[in-house]
């Protein structure tokens, strides 16, 4: 097999063992990063490929919470208050499923998301390839391995729960990492993933302009092929939420949290139109591609 092409390289990554058929798709164009997309002719699976050497801990450095970054995310140390709204009522819905337990959260940030799980009774693990906050998390008493999620060594059938908010896209080796979520969780475990589904009307409809195509982005999912890759790595028992797994009121709450003033709460519409819009389907078409997967094994 050839490495230097590149729907056979895709081939050799594929979580449905290879049995994808990779075609060019378009070069995205939300925000200019002109990321080259493939897709499967298949089960509608995408990724960036080329992709190009992350140098992770530049990526992800002080800058990437504080802002300063072309591609950023927020410091929740900031917002954990406000975030704690949806924290909470996350947890909430998970205990519906497990009460208590070891917990992982992969992608974990500053740990803020755990935390609250340790109140609420589990027993908390972070992973994080960030130096930066998973080294505040450290300090603050959430053990959090730093690095790759596939360089970290749990025991198999470890954890009750483990949890990937807006994190699977990012990872690399896909059949592997799928794997490796099968193994170290327990027997009735539960998976908590949240993506993009690209079956969605949102994602369909923005093509090179939905503003999921990021750096760091790597694989793009849709809930149908999720099925399918954890089906064949053991799980049995799926509970999709469109939009989200907690109500409305903790994701109004959390939104103040980068309120400045009276006009903001104008944004209330906005996102509650958002958040009942992805409760719609028409026959099997969803409108938005928010998506939040529970998957038991």
């Known amino acids: 097999m050839s490495l230097d092409i590149p729907g056979e390289e895709l081939k050799s990554e594929c979580p449905l063992d290879g049995k994808c058929s990779w075609k060019f798709k378009f070069n ?13 002719g298949s089960c509608g699976l995408q990724s960036v490929h080329p ?99 596939l360089d970290s060594n749990y025991p198999e059938n470890f954890f009750d729960v483990i949890t990937l908010i807006e994190v699977i896209e990012h990872l690399e080796q896909p059949k592997e990492v799928f794997r490796k979520l099968s193994s170290i969780l327990k027997k009735d475990g539960l998976l908590v993933l949240q993506t993009a589904d690209f079956e969605g009307l949102q994602a369909r409809k923005a093509g090179p302009n ?12 849709s809930l149908s092929n999720l099925k399918s890759i954890l089906s064949k790595n053991g799980f049995s028992r799926f509970i999709p939420y469109f939009g989200v797994d907690f109500p409305l009121s903790a994701k109004l709450l959390k939104s103040r949290g980068n309120f400045k003033n009276l006009k903001d709460y104008l944004k209330w519409f906005t996102i509650s139109l958002y958040h009942f819009k992805s409760k719609i389907r028409i026959k099997d078409t969803r409108l938005t591609s928010s998506l939040v997967l529970y998957a038991f094994k």
Not at 28 to 40: D, I, K, M
Not at 117 to 132: Q, T, V
């Open 28 to 40: 995205s164009a939300f925000n200019s990063y002109g990321l080259p997309v493939y897709e499967c």
């Open 210 to 221: 939905y503003h999921y195509y990021l750096p760091g982005h790597l694989y793009y999912y």
């Open 51 to 149: 992709k190009k050497n992350i140098d992770y801990d530049t990526l992800y450095g002080k800058e990437y919470y504080s802002g300063e970054a072309d591609f950023s995310y927020k410091d929740e140390r900031k917002t954990e208050k406000f975030d704690s709204y949806v924290w909470d009522a996350r947890l909430r819905n998970i205990k519906k499923y497990k009460k208590s337990g070891n917990f992982l959260d992969v992608g974990s940030s500053f740990g803020g998301f755990l935390n609250r799980a340790k109140i609420e009774g589990f027993n908390p693990y972070g992973i994080e390839i960030s130096k930066y906050s998973s080294g505040h998390a450290n300090q603050s008493g959430i053990p959090t391995f730093q690095g790759n999620f």
